[in-house]
């Protein structure tokens, strides 16, 4: 079976821009959750999507949205990007809402400039 | 305060010995996961414990849900276990992160 997969692997934009990042689950899996990790703050939640909706979100200004097909691919987009965005974006897909194993895609290394 | 504390930050070992990393959380949950982060960014899940302990190889995780503390053991470690692990609850709020360094 495929992993996670994420695209694009890197990205460079700079200050105002939008960005949008792409997350593919595991066949099957219907849970995708997003995540980011900077040297400052570690791991934090931004959201999970099950079934198309939204079910669960972290604290992140609503700069930070997202969305979910209904084959489960998962998208997150970052409006008017700052330089405190610069982070690595993880996506995490499940069989069930998060609180099962969590099978992590390799990442987005954003970049602001 | 950070509801899920790690310890230690940072760890290094000779090739063969015996690791131990902690995981203290504050708020009531009914599991814990335990991920692996190598040099480039991507995260395996290790496990995902409920209660007692669980064993995969050479890496044992217990946990003690009435005192709100988990463990990730390393028996004969190897340079290639040399990653950050991390903790996280089921509300998937994370420790900092133990990095562990083995020597050969």
């Known amino acids: 079976k495929a992993g996670v997969t994420q695209t694009p692997r890197y990205l460079i934009k700079t200050r105002g821009q939008q960005v949008t990042l792409s997350c593919s689950p595991i066949?099957?899996?219907?849970?995708v959750s997003w995540y980011q990790q900077t040297p400052g703050q570690g791991l934090q939640f931004l959201f999970e999507y099950f079934s198309e909706t939204q079910r669960n979100k972290g604290n992140f200004p609503g700069r930070f949205s997202g969305r979910q097909f209904s084959n489960s691919r998962s998208e997150m987009n970052v409006s008017t990007l700052e330089l405190g965005d610069s982070a690595l974006y993880l996506c995490a897909s499940s069989l069930t809402l998060r609180r099962g194993e969590q099978f992590f895609g390799p990442g987005t290394r954003l970049t602001v400039l | 305060k950070n509801e899920v504390e790690q310890s230690p930050q940072n760890l290094t070992a000779q090739e063969g010995e015996f690791i131990t990393i902690n995981c203290s959380y504050s708020?009531?949950?009914?599991?814990l996961h335990w991920l692996q982060q190598h040099p480039g960014g991507g995260i395996v899940s290790l496990f995902m414990l409920s209660s007692g302990k669980k064993k995969h190889g050479r890496l044992i995780a217990t946990i003690n849900i009435q005192e709100k503390h988990s463990s990730l053991h390393i028996t004969a470690s190897h340079p290639r276990d040399s990653a950050v692990y991390i903790c996280a609850d089921t509300d998937m709020r994370f420790g900092a992160g133990t990095r562990l360094t083995v020597k050969p």
């Open positions: 066949s099957g899996h219907r849970s």
């Open positions: 708020v009531g949950i009914s599991a």
